[in-house]
């Protein structure tokens, strides 16, 4: 059973800076893909930034030039490096993994931009 956990959000003001981790673990499945989706209230969840294994990534057009993911040297950790913070970024972000054809997400971590 994969597990994802995340770690690194919080409160910080507009134009600051957060950096999100989510670990993988539980699998020796091959991982595909692995993301951060976010949620704010009364809206939908969309893909904020995506890694595939062979590192290609996708971004938002909202967050291009201000987020940045990577993965760890053992692929099964991803990071978002989130700058320029603005209060429109405020939701909960949520990890992703496509490991061996399925998908799976994290607990969901709170960002909240604020002064």
């Known amino acids: 059973q994969v597990q994802l956990v995340e770690s690194g959000g919080g409160l910080v003001q507009p134009g600051g800076s957060l950096r999100l981790s989510c670990a993988s673990s539980?699998?020796?499945?091959?991982?595909?893909?692995m993301g951060w989706f976010r949620q704010a209230p009364g809206k939908q969840r969309e893909l904020v930034a995506g890694i595939t294994t062979g590192g290609s990534t996708s971004y938002a057009d909202s967050v291009k030039g201000r987020f940045s993911i990577s993965r760890g040297p053992a692929k099964n950790t991803v990071y978002l490096q989130m700058n320029s913070l603005k209060p429109e970024d405020t939701a909960v972000y949520y990890c992703?993994?496509?490991?061996?054809?399925?998908?799976?997400w994290g607990q969901g971590t709170q960002v909240t931009v604020s002064s």
């Open positions: 539980g699998s020796t499945l091959s991982s595909y893909f």
């Open positions: 992703h993994e496509n490991r061996g054809g399925s998908g799976y």
